[in-house]
């Protein structure tokens, strides 16, 4: 199975199970598509600072949000938190 298919099946069992409505599951398949043609990601789990660049991307596209997909990939385990925590940011 294919990467993007893997990513697409977790995102439809995730929708499924919260009820999502269609434009969010596109919205959130889209922004994972994107990611992966960045060309940096070719395997999970998928870094957490990987996904945290959707947003300088395109700042304020809704179709662009990282929050969904770092909530489905933790799920799944397909997450590995690499940022820094805020403590550490501050200090």
Known sequence: MLLVERLD??????AEGYNWHLAQTWRTRVALRVLLAMGEIT???IRASDIARLHALAPGNPDLR??????????ADLLTEDRPSTLEVWF
Not at 9 to 14: E, G, N
Not at 67 to 74: D, E, M
């Open 43 to 45: 395997t999970v789990p």
């Open 9 to 14: 099946q977790v995102v439809f069992d995730h």
């Open 66 to 75: 990282s929050r969904p997909i770092l909530t489905i990939l933790a799920e």
